[in-house]
């Protein structure tokens, strides 16, 4: 088993930057991909950004690629995704997971965090 609890979140104007952080417990981490998806009000769940269990491959959805970078630290067991030149579309529910290999799709992570609100807002 895994636990996920990200951080973070929080309430920034348009073109400003947020750090969301995923800390991973339970089995070690470093063996799983870790993933980051965004549910906005009356949307579905949608991919944002995936990384290698080594951290050598990383996936972007095209509506962030150059603005949002995901990164991780399996010495502190995890996560990060940095996220600048925030937009109002970017508002969402934030979720973290993890997965046995990277993926766009949201099916192949077995552990979810419970998530955190990212509002982007004048």
């Known amino acids: 088993q895994v636990q996920l609890v990200e951080s973070g979140g929080g309430l920034v104007q348009p073109g400003d930057s947020l750090r969301l952080s995923c800390a991973a417990s339970?089995?070690?981490?470093?063996?799983?991909?870790g993933g980051w998806f965004r549910q906005a009000p009356g949307k579905e769940r949608e991919f944002v950004a995936a990384?290698?269990?080594?951290?050598?491959?990383?996936y972007y959805a095209d509506s962030v690629k150059g603005r949002f970078t995901i990164s991780r630290d399996n010495a502190k067991n995890t996560v990060y995704l940095q996220m600048t030149s925030l937009k109002p579309e970017d508002t969402a529910v934030y979720y973290c997971?993890?997965?046995?290999?990277?993926?766009?799709?949201?099916?192949?992570?077995?552990?979810w965090g419970q998530g955190t609100q990212v509002t982007v807002s004048s």
């Open positions: 997971a993890a997965s046995n290999f990277p993926s766009t799709w949201a099916g192949p992570y077995g552990y």
């Open positions: 339970g089995r070690t981490f470093s063996i799983y991909s």
């Open positions: 990384i290698a269990a080594s951290g050598t491959g990383t």
